[in-house]
């Protein structure tokens, strides 16, 4: 199991994926739209979403910082 922390400042990004992964938020709040979805959710700190490997996702963050921590799964 790896892990990634990184913030994400006010701005949209756009991520493929190899593997699995687990998209926990520690800070702040962002939206995130999986491949394949039509409508946005909204994830505050402490709330997690999982991505498909060989997927997509989009992330956006409305105003201020966010962090997260991405666990990639087996």
Known sequence: VYW???PF???EYHFTT???EQMDLI???A???LAGEKDWK???A???FKVAGKSSFDIAVDSG???YLCTFLP
């Open 4 to 6: 990634l922390r990184e």
């Open 9 to 11: 400042r006010k701005y």
């Open 18 to 20: 190899d593997a699995p």
């Open 27 to 29: 800070a702040g709040q």
């Open 31 to 33: 939206r995130a739209k």
């Open 42 to 44: 909204t994830y505050d």
């Open 46 to 48: 402490g709330q997690s």
């Open 65 to 67: 910082l966010a962090e």
